[in-house]
């Protein structure tokens, strides 16, 4: 599986929208964009993926650029209950594909 | 559906003891995954199953650790004889396998807080 690069960590306030960088500049053709988070002393969590089109789903939007070496996870009205960290992964679809965990970022929502 | 259920949600050992850890996969759900998370190495994957069939076990760090799943509704993972280093929260994951379902990823379980001392 390709990897990903995330800035360590970032903040934003309450109610603001938060935008996640991402960058996957190896990614393969068939690879996909996964979002997952983990909030302090969970499992971790799925919230978005996809593969070159713009996603949104109830929890958060995906942007990927047009040569898919990059994307955003935007959580448009963060809260405080957002604060966790937030692992991009890049992963193959395939009976034997795995899902790899970096590093992730570490998202800090202020009152 | 209850997700996937872990136990027990903490275990404290001593060192040398056998520990075993549980996993009831979502019912439905074809593969499951084991991962470990320290702080010093993040979330690790240690062995993943598709249809109780173990496929990739690169990640079990040594042979004190072993990873059954004797039915689809079950998995243990165990370590003996436990070390300290060992003390980390496990966690457990399933995931539909096939079609669509499978582009959704994984459902993680609470994890087990394993102590060793």
């Known amino acids: 599986d390709a990897k990903t690069t995330q800035p360590t960590s970032m903040d934003c306030a309450e109610g603001r929208a938060a935008n996640l960088p991402c960058n996957h500049s190896?990614?393969?053709?068939?690879?996909?964009v996964y979002w997952y988070r983990q909030i302090h002393s969970q499992g971790p969590q799925y919230i978005i993926h996809?593969?070159?089109n713009n996603e949104t789903n109830e929890m958060a939007s995906l942007i990927i650029t047009e040569d898919r070496k990059s994307s955003t996870l935007i959580l448009p009205h963060a809260t405080l209950r957002d604060t966790a960290v937030y692992y991009c992964?890049?992963?193959?679809?395939?009976?034997?594909?795995?899902?790899?965990f970096g590093k992730g970022i570490t998202l800090s929502v202020r009152p | 559906d209850a997700g996937v259920i872990q136990s027990p949600r903490h275990e404290v050992t001593e060192m040398g003891q056998e520990v075993t850890l549980r996993c009831k996969p979502i019912?439905?759900?074809?593969?499951l995954f084991w991962y470990r998370q320290t702080m010093m190495r993040g979330l690790e994957l240690l062995i993943y199953?598709?249809?109780?069939?173990?496929?990739?076990d690169s990640g079990m760090p040594e042979d004190r650790f072993s990873a059954k799943m004797p039915n689809a509704s079950f998995s243990t993972l165990k370590i003996q004889p436990s070390e300290p280093r060992d003390s980390a929260v496990y966690f457990c994951?399933?995931?539909?396998?096939?079609?669509?379902?499978?582009?959704?990823?994984?459902?993680f379980g609470s994890g087990t807080r394993l102590t060793v001392v």
């Open positions: 994951a399933s995931s539909p396998r096939g079609g669509l379902g499978a582009l959704y990823g994984y459902t």
């Open positions: 190896t990614i393969s053709g068939n690879e996909y």
């Open positions: 996809g593969l070159k």
């Open positions: 992964i890049v992963r193959a679809t395939g009976a034997n594909s795995k899902l790899t």
């Open positions: 019912s439905g759900h074809n593969s």
């Open positions: 199953f598709n249809n109780n069939v173990p496929i990739d």
